[in-house]
């Protein structure tokens, strides 16, 4: 996928993107891709974050996330901020995660409310 002589990535293309796969829906909802799938990186080597009403992705953000660093309502991610969340570290209204922070309610392995945490103090 690169030139044999000088390395250039992509050297019959005459404008270069960046690598990896991303998928953007043309249906749209605020703005917003319905779906929006981003496993990418630009020529700078930065992950292209997936942003939609469903964002699948390594960096997600949107109305339902499925990622490894996720910002969303609902979200399935090992690191996330989101409404509902099912993760490894989560910081959440209510949650299920490995370690998590929560205000409503939060279930696993070290999850504490945020309250518990502010008495702590």
Request: with cysteine; charged share 10%; glycine share 10%.
């Amino acid at each position: 996928m690169a030139c044999p002589q000088c390395g250039a990535p992509f050297p019959a293309r005459a404008k270069w993107d960046g690598w990896g796969f991303e998928y953007k829906s043309k249906a749209t909802l605020f703005g917003l891709p319905l779906l929006h799938i981003s496993f990418k990186y630009t020529p700078a080597r930065r992950p292209v974050p997936a942003k939609g009403i469903i964002a699948i992705g390594q960096f997600a953000c949107g109305i339902f996330t499925l990622s490894q660093f996720g910002v969303g309502v609902v979200s399935i991610s090992q690191f996330t901020i989101a409404g509902l969340a099912l993760a490894q570290f989560a910081a959440a209204y209510s949650l299920i995660a490995q370690i998590g922070i929560y205000i409503h309610e939060g279930h696993g392995q070290f999850v504490k409310s945020l309250t518990e945490l502010v008495e702590m103090l």
